[in-house]
């Protein structure tokens, strides 16, 4: 039994091309007898073995499995290079408002990310196996999960917390009881996590309750749900995905932070191919939201809403912006400026950029800057109680140039300034008024005149800028 899932394993790393024989792997080895088998088979096959355990102390076995854990590896010969984390999942799940297990998951793959990169790893492997995989489709059936999710767990991915790195699952062709019979036959110790087939979560449910009754009705259901799982991989690989990926060339932009999705991408399409189109920007620029049906019918409907409509979506924001929509990974990515005072020859840090107020030696020989960011005013109007802050509703200026009055408002509308933007802009105030809308327009009551008997230089040295689409969609 040994020898028939080691060349199982072998076989299936072939044929998915898993692992680079000359780098180390790093398995993920919770002590339960699959990651042990992974780790042991992996040895076997000569491959340069790590080991990464995360002991939660969440519940009573806890230490007793780093313990099996630490022993084994220290057993082997050579012995098994092994690294035990200690994380708070319970911490987590507070702080973000996960589940426990989605807390504790992310905190492991933060830390066989991290580990992967320290040793060198171009791969992360974990036990999971074509039991495991059955469960997962009927679990992402019965959710309402689509293509993707049919697929199941895919033999190899990019691990996302470190994209270099790939998540790979060797036993994914094998079976629990083949497993569990190898690890008897090579005296492999493991133990049993008891909530695994508790009932208190969907996938225990699954496992103790629904699957064996399929097994008492439907011979061989195990293994036909992987087939199918497989099979449906397969068509995503080879038909959704290049598609897929056709269509966001031709409308997605990456940006710093985030992306920019056209709306020409999305208005000409059917209601499925537009669902597909949102939830893969979402997934390449949000990662952590929520991948739903829901929510990309939430999406949809920014297509049709104003420009400036939002929805929040847990980790970040999607934007009605004038021609696409704007993913941002922050929540709140507009940054507000609290009042604060400037002095002359003095530079301060806004949203923007680096504001600087300095008085010239003599007139410029043009008050045409040429620039939005640099402008000129009479530095006596200006006067010296400057002050600097964000924008807000209600402001009103007198633009130079035109007739009376106008609020900031419509002027960053005007200016087709997006929508996620909007909010980090400032004010240059005077002791009463608005003197210049940062980088955009100058007060009326302060532009010079001839009179003018001092000029006053106003610098904005502006952020990095992003692309084309991602400032001015």
Known sequence: MAHTLVDTVAEFIDRHALLNGDAPVLVAVSGGSDSMACCSVLRRLGYDVYALHANYGLREGADADEALVRRWCDEQDPSVPLTVVSLDAEARASAEDESLQEAARRLRYDALAKQALEIGATAVATGHHRDDQAETLLLNLVRGSGPEGLAGMRPSRPLQEAPSVSLVRPLLGARRDDIEAYAEAVSLPWRTDPTNRSLDYDRGVMRTEILPRLDDHF??????????????????DQALRPALEKRMEEGFVDCDPGGWLSLDALTDEPPVWRRRLLLEALRRTLPTASYSYAMADELDALVDAQVGRRVEVGPGTVWREREGLRFLP??????????????????????????????????PASLDSESPYVAYADADRLGRDLMVRSWADG???????????????????????????????????????IAWVVG????????????TEQVARLVLRPREKPPDHCQSS
Do not use: W
């Not at 301060?348 to 007139?363: D, F, H, K, T, Y």
């Not at 955009?440 to 009179?451: S, T």
């Open 440 to 451: 955009h327009r100058l007060d009326d009551r302060v532009r010079v005149r001839p009179d």
């Open 330 to 363: 922050e929540k709140d990515h507009s940054k507000s400026l609290l009042p604060k005072s400037i002095e002359c020859n003095e530079s301060v840090s806004i949203p923007q950029g680096m504001l600087r107020v300095e008085r010239c030696a003599e007139r």
């Open 395 to 433: 402001d009103r200026f007198r633009p130079l140039g035109l007739d009376g009055s106008k609020t900031v408002s419509d002027l960053l509308t005007e200016a087709q300034v997006p929508s996620h933007q909007r909010r980090e802009v400032c004010v240059l105030c005077a002791a009463e008024h």
């Open 219 to 236: 011979e061989g259901v195990r293994a036909t749900l992987a087939r199918s799982a497989s099979l449906v991989g397969e068509y995503v």
